[in-house]
């Protein structure tokens, strides 16, 4: 299909490694802001931001009944994550091993389990 973007099974295609490359070039989480902002609609970054925010809470020890309370996901959404911060490929475990040994802070200032006190809509 002509203009088809090719991201690969894996995220190895080139229009994923160009991407990957665009985002490792960032610099700062304001950087960071101002490329989501023009590369995904607000509902996508909230999207992104929840499964963040479950994976964190499950690596943390929530049950689902926690989890879906705290965020609003359905227990097949918080299933579904479950499935890849345990046998994924590992990058919310890395991601999240990263920011407690840099000390860096984790949305809103708040713990790993809570999810930083984001209020959920």
């Known amino acids: ?19 990957i490359e665009a985002i490792l070039c960032l610099r700062d989480a304001e950087e960071c802001r101002r490329l989501l902002i023009d590369l995904c609609t607000i509902g996508e970054v909230a999207d992104l931001a929840l ?31 479950r ?7 590992g990058g919310y475990r890395l991601v999240a091993s ?11 200032g708040g713990d790993a389990a809570t999810g930083g006190g984001r209020s959920t809509p």
Do not use: C, N
């Not at 690969?8 to 994923?16: E, F, M």
């Not at 407690?100 to 809103?108: L, Q, T, Y």
């Open 98 to 108: 990263r920011l407690a040994e840099s000390g860096a802070p984790r949305g809103g």
């Open 83 to 89: 499935r890849f911060v345990e046998h994924g490929a």
């Open 51 to 81: 499964r963040w925010k479950v994976a964190r809470m499950l690596a943390a020890g929530a049950t689902y009944e926690e989890v879906a309370s705290a965020t609003g996901a359905s227990t097949a959404t918080i299933s579904r994550i």
């Open 1 to 19: 299909m002509a203009g088809a973007v090719d991201v690969g099974d894996d995220l190895r295609g080139p229009d994923a490694q160009a991407l």
